[in-house]
């Protein structure tokens, strides 16, 4: 299993990376109601890779904090270099409350992430209560009633028709192998924007400064150390 960290507040320090952090930018969701703020980054300490992000909602949720997986995320369409998902406050509140410390313990995070995954529901997947199964449907429930072709209904197949290009690439791109046990889609991060590539991309560079804040894998980074100083004195 992957080892997972925050970054807490670890800061890019150089004036070439400073601007390119994503803390601190807005999250927009469903009818562009303010969810919160980025607070922080949840990341594989291996390779580097984002795999939550941390939204502080500045009080509106009794947890104070959620996540939103990475390949949720989407650069706002209304509001430059802040970030969109498809989430209102009500299912929001439905995600088991977040503790920053399930991160270090990889059984309690699997634990946590099993149970907040099931409260996932967004296009074609859908889940069984309690779980985090996906129950999805197959080519011929999803094309059902709309004209294509092979869908059948009481055990008749239907009338002959395609599906234009467009429509087909839509459905299957959409379509998740129901051997999957984890809420996926196809499109990845890559497309969330520019001030998250930058990001990205940085923590990559970082990667090995950043981790060795990790009890598990090192000592604390020159960074670390100095802030500790200046709180010393």
């Not at 607070?39 to 939550?52: G, N, P």
């Not at 500045?58 to 949720?72: A, I, M, N, T």
């Not at 309690?108 to 099931?118: H, I």
């Amino acid at each position: 299993m992957a080892h997972l960290g925050i970054l807490r507040d670890y800061r890019f320090t150089d004036s070439e990376t400073a601007g390119t952090d994503i803390r601190g930018a807005s999250v927009y969701g469903l009818n562009d109601d303010k969810l919160g703020k980025v607070d922080d980054v949840i990341f594989d300490h291996a390779s580097a890779d984002i795999k939550y992000v941390v939204i502080d909602t500045g009080g509106w949720l009794s947890s104070k904090k959620f996540v939103v997986p990475s390949e949720r995320l989407r650069a706002s369409a209304k509001h430059a270099d802040d970030f969109e998902v498809g989430l209102d406050k009500k299912q929001v509140e439905k995600f088991p409350p977040y503790n920053e410390a399930d991160v270090e313990s990889s059984r309690r995070w699997a634990d946590y992430e099993g149970r907040y995954r099931s409260k996932w529901a967004s296009g074609p997947v859908m889940h069984r209560e309690a779980t985090d199964r996906n129950i999805t449907p197959t080519t011929a429930q999803m094309t059902e009633g709309t004209g294509a072709t092979g869908s059948l209904k009481g055990g008749t197949r239907a009338k002959k028709e395609t599906l234009s290009s467009s429509d087909a690439a839509e459905i299957n791109s959409r379509i998740i192998p129901p051997t999957y046990d984890e809420v996926r889609i196809e499109s990845g991060p890559n497309g969330i924007g520019p001030r998250w590539s930058n990001f990205a991309e940085r923590l990559r560079e970082r990667r090995k400064e950043v981790v060795t804040a990790c009890v598990a894998c090192g000592q604390e980074p020159s960074s670390f150390a100095r802030r500790d100083d200046r709180k010393a004195s």
